[in-house]
């Protein structure tokens, strides 16, 4: 996120009122902002670049504030205000207008053709009666850095160039030529230079020489000329010095070089929407006409506003809010978006101003007004699905194996995921064009071109950085590498390896096959053809002549393992002999390694679910009958917060409270028919389901009968008196049982307390530990246990409450003692 610098006294005086720190902090979270840090020139220097540096620095109070790097409109403090100001209701957002010149024609930029080969877009404008103060000054220049660094990607798309319109005259030409045909003085110089002459004075210049690689290598350079001759820039490096703006500037020339028209749009409309409040008719751009090399001709800054609609209920749903559509119109008025109710249903129609390049979805929309309603006034919602996470079953398989390996004695490297082409080609005896390699299509350094294809040379050079340590060096490495694969939409697919290496003064193949059965033992392989695993011999220019195997696994080669080539170990720059193994380990998963994340029911489970009886045997359950409304509603409030009846796993609790059900449960049922969905997907796995710890569906039996009563009476006061006693003999069990005291739950534990050296005072020690006295706090017995060096520990038991004490209370109270107590641990913990 881009981080705007402002003053603070001149923020606040520009917002019309005092902010304490933690306020405004409060109004920059509430506007989706982030305020960084509260510092000062000077102290930024200081942290920077020392003390001696700051001496002379300025005091004044910075606010450090993260901008979205999308808001291009808050990157300066005009901006930033405007948007405050507006967000607090203080101010109407304002309306842009271009306009023609007061008298004669608008300024011209004629672009050529020759500006195709480097730059070949503009776009022009005029910032008219400006006034200038040096915040206005400093803010405006600041603002062409931000929008250097961000939008135009450190120029690279677009160059600004902003120009004294009173000290050159239109029309003006874009062009592009040959370097030493170039001649001007640029910025802040003195003297005249070519641009070859500026190309080798600028490489040494830390801030521009940063740009010089966009256009260096290119046979001509773009260039801007007034109708004079006079050079006004070269963009994206530099501007004549003759055309710079000043405090005394009143019309300034903004023009845009780009590789990218859209953006040079954007920039150009960000720059005149900024500082044009500061215009004798604020708002206000003159417009310039470019002409394209074709004849065509376009008059710029666009400062384009369009209209979107969009529902208030898909805000309502998107955000979790229940808000009137008028409501929503004045949310998102607030962010600068102007709104208005069209009286179709719930729609509103939002206009777009040209400083709000950002919002190209009504999903941006949507944010906004999110953001104007407040993140923390949105209501807590419980999900509407609930899941069980478990672990991916490639990575639990390769954490098994990473802890087997190490116990069979050897080293876990963890490698780069890129190399060089020469890593996994020439080293290793292969050509690039054979392997299936993905490409870095810009790579930085020479180390990192492709994605590796083979984890070997990564251990090969582990093994070279380290061979200076005892023999032998035993490393593997369990990782991913990457091949192309154009059956996936990335073209692209990952697949996990293990790679082992043994390096020493003899080849040692037998450890490296030994790893191989060891690794099979613990994959549950047995050694043979047809379902076991064999090794056969195989030809490979990694691998010594005849010292190389292919691995078969149920018939299907998994990978190899021999003893290295000794022309692959001296160009890893190893002298010893090297045996190497390396194999897939998906296919030990039994199934493919994308798992689906559901369980799809068998068409033969879904016919027999459809041929089971329509009404269940019971529908008695221990929600009541969930036949009926009342208990399917109390089942459903039971789900609210659970995924499943019991724990935290699907049981058989859950498969017969499914069967219980008569039919699939409304959609109104939200918790319940998440449940029923779900638990519907483990019909084809049942059987394997644990058992239930509670009996919550209730046999079926004659008491549901109202129709016949063959024991009871038909008197109905009888029955009354019946219930009265029943209810009467309920109550007083109830009362009685308040009276019994609450169980109150206790656990023993056993401290261990260190000192510090054999000559504290452990008598003195167990006396302050018993001074400890808390509510629901009991010390026990104590004993003084050795450690070593004639160091003992005091060893102490206590009982204590567990709502009122717990072991980090005691902790923190006795290491309080810290000129004698060294550390506390818990030996032993146990409910009592």
Not at 588 to 606: M, R, Y
Not at 773 to 801: F, H, S, T
């Amino acid at each position: 996120m881009p981080t705007v610098g402002v003053k603070r006294d001149l923020l606040f005086k520009a917002l019309g009122r005092t902010y304490t720190d933690v306020e405004f902090d409060e109004l920059c979270f509430e506007f989706g902002l982030e305020l960084d840090e509260i510092t000062s020139e000077k102290e930024i220097i200081s942290r920077e670049q020392g003390d001696c540096k700051a001496s002379g620095a300025s005091d004044v109070i910075l606010y450090k504030i993260d901008v979205p790097a999308n808001r291009y409109d808050l990157l300066c403090l005009e901006g930033l205000v405007r948007g405050l100001q507006v967000f607090k209701n203080k101010l109407e957002a304002p309306r842009y207008r271009r306009v023609g010149p007061l008298s004669g024609e608008p300024q011209k930029l004629i672009i050529t053709k020759e500006t195709a080969a480097v730059r070949p877009h503009a776009v022009a404008a005029v910032l008219r009666n400006i006034t200038f103060t040096q915040e206005r000054y400093d803010s405006f220049i600041e603002l062409q850095d931000k929008l250097h660094q961000n939008v135009c990607r450190k120029r690279s798309l677009v160059a600004i160039g902003t120009h004294d319109l009173d000290t050159v005259s239109g029309p003006f030409t874009y062009t592009a030529k040959p370097p030493a045909d170039i001649c001007f003085k640029p910025l802040n110089q003195t003297k005249e230079f070519t641009a070859t002459q500026l190309m080798s004075l600028y490489k040494t210049d830390s801030h521009l020489k940063h740009f010089l690689h966009i256009i260096e290598d290119k046979p001509v350079y773009p260039v801007i000329y007034d109708s004079n001759g006079v050079v006004l820039s070269m963009p994206p490096i530099i501007n004549g010095d003759h055309s710079k703006i000043s405090l005394k500037t009143k019309n300034v020339f903004v023009e845009c070089t780009a590789t990218d028209l859209t953006k040079a749009k954007i920039v150009l409309d960000m720059m005149v929407t900024m500082f044009s409040e500061y215009c004798s008719q604020p708002f206000t751009v003159e417009e310039a006409e470019v002409v394209y090399p074709d004849g065509k001709t376009c008059k710029y800054p666009e400062l384009a506003y369009r209209k979107e609609k969009l529902s208030s209920g898909f805000i309502n749903r998107k955000v979790g809010i229940n808000e009137s559509t008028e409501t929503i119109a004045q949310l998102l008025t607030k962010m600068c978006l102007r709104s208005e109710v069209t009286g179709v249903g719930d729609e509103i129609e939002v206009e777009i101003p040209p400083t709000r390049s950002d919002v190209i979805h009504a999903c941006d929309i949507m944010e906004d007004a999110a953001m104007a309603y407040g993140f923390n006034n949105i209501p807590y919602t419980t999900p509407g699905t609930y899941t069980i996470a478990n672990q991916f079953p490639l990575n639990k398989l390769t954490e098994l194996l990473r802890q087997d390996l190490a116990a069979a004695g050897f080293t876990e490297a963890l490698t780069f995921a890129l190399c060089s082409k020469e890593d996994i080609s020439d080293k290793l005896g292969k050509k690039i064009s054979e392997i299936r390699a993905i490409h870095i299509a810009n790579p930085k350094t020479a180390e990192f071109q492709v994605a590796r294809t083979t984890l070997l040379p990564g251990l090969l050079k582990t093994i070279a950085a380290n061979r200076k340590m005892p023999l032998p060096l035993k490393l593997f490495e369990i990782s991913d590498v990457v091949l192309k694969d154009e059956t996936k939409d990335v073209g692209a697919r990952n697949i996990r390896r293990f790679c082992a290496a043994y390096y020493n003064k003899s080849p040692g193949f037998e450890v490296i096959h030994g790893l191989l059965d060891r690794t099979m033992q613990l994959l549950a392989v047995k050694p043979g053809r047809g379902d076991g695993y064999h090794i056969q011999a195989a030809d490979d220019s990694t691998f010594f002549p005849g010292r190389c195997a292919e691995i078969f696994v149920r018939g299907k080669s998994v990978g190899r393992l021999g003893v290295l080539h000794p022309d692959v170990i001296g160009r890893f720059e190893l002298t010893m002999p090297c045996s190497a193994l390396e194999m897939d380990i998906e296919p030990f998963l039994g199934s493919t390694a994308e798992v689906t994340l559901s369980h799809d029911v068998p068409a033969q489970e879904a016919v027999k679910r459809e041929a089971a009886p329509a009404r269940p045997a019971s529908t008695r359950t221990a929600f009541g009958d969930v036949s009926a409304p009342a208990g399917l509603r109390a089942l459903d409030d039971f789900l609210a917060d659970k995924s499943y009846l019991e724990g935290f796993a699907a049981s058989q609790a859950d498969a017969e409270m499914f069967d219980a059900l008569p039919s699939a449960p409304a959609p109104a049922l939200r918790h319940l028919a998440r449940w029923y969905n779900h638990i519907k997907s483990f019909h084809g796995e049942r059987d394997g389901l644990p058992a239930a710890r509670n009996r919550l569906v209730l046999p079926a039996n004659a008491d549901d009968d109202d129709d016949i009563d063959l024991f009871g009476s038909d008197d109905e006061a009888e029955s009354a008196e019946a219930d009265r006693v029943k209810r009467q003999r309920l109550a007083e069990y109830a009362a009685k049982k308040s009276k019994k005291p609450a169980l109150v739950a206790k656990s023993s534990i056993l401290l261990d307390v260190k000192p510090w050296d054999d000559e504290t005072d452990m008598a003195e020690l167990e006396a302050r530990v018993r001074g400890v006295a808390m509510d629901g706090l009991l010390w026990g017995r104590a004993k003084l246990v050795p450690v070593g060096y004639g160091i003992v520990k005091l060893q102490i038991g206590c009982v204590v409450e567990d709502d009122k004490v717990g072991t980090d209370l005691l902790e923190e109270a006795i290491t309080a003692f810290e000129e004698h107590v060294q550390s506390v641990d818990v030996a032993a913990f146990n409910k009592i």
